[in-house]
């Protein structure tokens, strides 16, 4: 049975439009990531994000973080188009970026799902640090001030 691939909201503009640096895809997700400049990354997900996705995630991340050491990396997610997640996510991702903290500037997250909402505020109530916004284009906006501080 082939796999299909079905594309969900609106294609991404301005800088989520670039060529990603990495990409991995499964039979209901996309993850696509970016590193526009050292010590930004950017990161999309469509469809589900599942374990799979969420390794090779961490992992992109925390090479960035390695090289940039104390001067830190910004993380820019936009999960607009992310219809659903594993269980084991939320956990999993609180527990990488407590571990990366210090080393972790700015946190924005985009999403339209109450779920995903909520899943981030969970989390954010131990890391206190990641800022929850509702569109893409509120997203642009941050990651543009953000590349003009790094």
Known sequence: MAASFV???DDMTGLFAQSPAAEHRNDDGHLRMWEPKP???L???TGRFSVDLAVPFMDFFEARVKRRGDRGVHGLHDWTAMT????SIPPRLTAFTLRI???TRRVVIATH???IAM????GNIT???IELVESTQALEEATRRVLLEV
């Open 101 to 103: 903290l210090h080393q």
């Open 127 to 129: 890391l206190r640090r």
């Open 84 to 87: 659903g997640f594993d269980p």
């Open 113 to 115: 799902s109450p779920m």
């Open 43 to 45: 990161s999309s997900v």
């Open 7 to 9: 594309v969900y909201g």
């Open 119 to 122: 899943a981030v505020r969970a």
């Open 39 to 41: 010590g930004v990354v």
